[in-house]
T-cell receptor, first 115, second 113 residues
Framework: DGGITQSPKYLFRKEGQNVTLSCEQNLNHDAMYWYRQDPGQGLRLIYYSQIVNDFQKGDIAEGYSVSREKKESFPLTVTSAQKNPTAFYLC??????????????FGDGTRLSIL | AQSVAQPEDQVNVAEGNPLTVKCTYSVSGNPYLFWYVQYPNRGLQFLLKYITGDNLVKGSYGFEAEFNKSQTSFHLKKPSALVSDSALYFCAVMNTGFQKRVFGTGTRLLVSP
């Protein structure tokens, strides 16, 4: 079955440590997205990528970095510069060629906490 | 700028009764509107969308939504609620000129037996 796989499901970060969240999709989707979800704040866009080797900052990119070396993969690194990283992180993807109105497909998220 | 408001943090309804989850939006130009549902510790699942055409949109699990351009609203409805409908619901809007979509803060739906 096609879908989006996020790993790990739970992740703990120590002070000053960088951590990387994995997102893999086998839907052959062109566009991929990273969102941060905090209680009562909905989803906020961190980074997005419409094609391989290209990505754009979202609304809250500071303290995060991404890469898009393969169509299937869009890993997110939470750097030590992100002072409040505790949140639920969601990866999503979408087929670009079918138009702007296509819904995004979401993974089941990674919950990041500070040790 | 695009924005979407979900004015109710929580909606409570008894099983078998109709439910409405409210969403209003602000966008320049024609909007693309979406509803998603999220169960605990899971990602969002797509329910339905409005792009153009009939103002009443039907989606998954018996949900529907009505697009009202004059009131800039896109309320989610279901004629008869189920306990299993209890979840967090998100409205999202996208301007046709942008690649990004903006999500509301979510409304928690609690359906009591």
């Amino acid at each position: 079955d096609g879908g989006i796989t996020q790993s790990p499901k739970y992740l703990f970060r120590k002070e000053g440590q960088n951590v990387t969240l994995s997102c893999e999709q086998n839907l052959n989707h062109d566009a991929m997205y990273w969102y941060r979800q905090d209680p009562g704040q909905g989803l906020r866009l961190i980074y997005y990528s419409q094609i391989v080797n290209d990505f754009q900052k979202g609304d809250i990119a500071e303290g995060y970095s991404v890469s898009r070396e393969k169509k299937e993969s869009f890993p997110l690194t939470v750097t030590s510069a992100q002072k409040n990283p505790t949140a639920f992180y969601l990866c999503a993807s979408k087929m670009q060629s079918e138009g702007l109105g296509q819904p995004q497909h979401f993974g089941d998220g990674t919950r990041l906490s500070i040790l | 700028a695009q924005s979407v408001a979900q004015p109710e943090d929580q909606v409570n309804v008894a099983e078998g009764n109709p439910l409405t989850v409210k969403c209003t939006y602000s966008v320049s130009g024609n909007p693309y509107l979406f509803w998603y549902v999220q169960y605990p510790n899971r990602g969002l699942q797509f329910l339905l969308k409005y792009i153009t055409g009939d103002n009443l949109v039907k989606g998954s699990y018996g949900f529907e939504a009505e697009f009202n351009k004059s009131q800039t609203s896109f309320h989610l409805k279901k004629p008869s609620a189920l306990v299993s409908d209890s979840a967090l619901y998100f409205c999202a809007v996208m301007n046709t000129g942008f690649q990004k979509r903006v999500f509301g803060t979510g409304t928690r739906l609690l359906v009591s037996p």
